[in-house]
């Protein structure tokens, strides 16, 4: 069999399978209450392809995004919540669910270890530093381990990598591939670039997403960085609340993303100086209350000797504040060489 013939046996599988999937996920909202045929296509295209994820989702803003009314939009919303069983729990059985929460490698140890295992899933991970310490270095070595198998750091699964800095870099993932023993032509396959070229284009490539990440297997989500065009259109007091505003749009965007489709989010942030301060780092993350307050977990940055890098872990929900030490090569990031 030639390549050419190859080639169109696996995109017509591909095209099947995406096609079973789609009627699928159609016979599973026709399922819910309420949702005839109508419906259930336009929940499909507006990306909610679960019960979850709309179970998760405002009536208010299903009914903008889909196109139905908010009567409509407050019942499926109601029905949703009732399949899922999203209700009072006690809090062994929310135990109980954290277990399905999967951890992904950052191909560093200790790391992963200041992570309580690497970056975790159905929440958000930020990293925020100033330039050259290695945020960017952190999303290509995790766009690669992704693709791991689970038993070694993976899950097997694709990446989205929403760039919108104009860093991302294809030569880079080639040796990081072969550091773990991958094909870099089919790594190269698994992660789906998108360049954001100011906020609404941002916003709208995650709306977007959320047919995607089912449709390709898609378990992590990576924006590098998260504020930049939000940092760079917003200018002044003046426009900051509703900077602020849109940001938390794009945040809660992403919350439910994660948690509907036990995806890992990774966001990087930038940093302003404070010249007034007195006492302490004058070193912030861009985003103020509303990024720090919604993500799972916040890791600040700084350089160290050489190629090395301290990650100081900022805030997590139930692990200790503490340092690791983690070292940037041509391999992407690993630990250093006194901790090999």
């Known amino acids: 069999m030639c390549d050419t013939e190859m080639s169109s046996q696996v995109t017509k599988s591909k095209e099947l399978s995406e096609k079973n999937l789609k009627q699928k996920i159609l016979k599973e909202l026709l399922a819910l209450p309420g949702v005839g045929k ?10 909610y392809i679960s019960a979850k994820l709309i179970a998760v989702t405002s009536p208010r803003t299903l009914s903008e995004e889909v196109g139905i009314g908010e009567r409509t939009a407050e019942k499926l919303v109601e029905s949703a919540r009732e399949m899922v069983g999203l209700d009072f729990t006690t809090a062994k059985d929310f135990l109980n669910r954290r277990k399905s929460v999967k951890r992904i490698t950052t191909g ?155 995806v890992a989010v990774v966001v990087t942030n930038q940093v302003v100086t404070n010249p007034a301060t007195f006492y302490g780092s004058p070193i912030s993350a861009i985003g103020g209350h509303i990024l720090a307050h919604n993500v799972t977990t916040r890791i600040s940055l700084r350089k160290g000797k050489g190629n090395k890098r301290i990650a100081k872990l900022e805030d997590s929900p139930y692990l200790p504040e503490s340092e690791a030490v983690f070292e940037i090569g041509d391999e992407g990031i690993r630990d250093t060489e006194m901790e090999d």
Do not use: M, W
Not at 238 to 250: E, F, G, P
């Open 38 to 47: 109508t419906i259930a296509v336009k929940l499909y295209e507006a990306g």
């Open 108 to 262: 560093s140890r200790s790391l992963d270890d200041l992570l309580g295992g690497g970056i975790e899933t159905q929440g958000i991970t930020e990293f925020y530093g100033e330039y050259r310490t290695g945020k960017t270095q952190i999303c290509h070595t995790l766009a690669v381990t992704i693709q791991l198998p689970e038993e070694k750091g993976g899950l097997s699964a694709k990446a989205l990598y929403v760039d919108t800095e104009g860093t991302f870099r294809p030569e880079r993932i080639v040796p990081i591939a072969k550091r773990f023993g991958f094909d870099p032509e089919e790594i190269l396959e698994n992660i789906i670039v998108a360049r954001a070229f100011s906020t609404d284009h941002q916003i709208e490539i995650i709306r977007r997403a959320k047919k995607y990440v089912p449709l390709q297997n898609i378990r992590l989500i990576i924006v590098d960085s998260l504020t930049n065009h939000f940092r760079a259109e917003y200018v002044g007091i003046d426009t900051l609340a509703v900077r602020q505003q849109k940001l938390n749009v794009h945040i809660h965007d992403l919350q439910r993303i994660a948690f509907a489709f036990d």
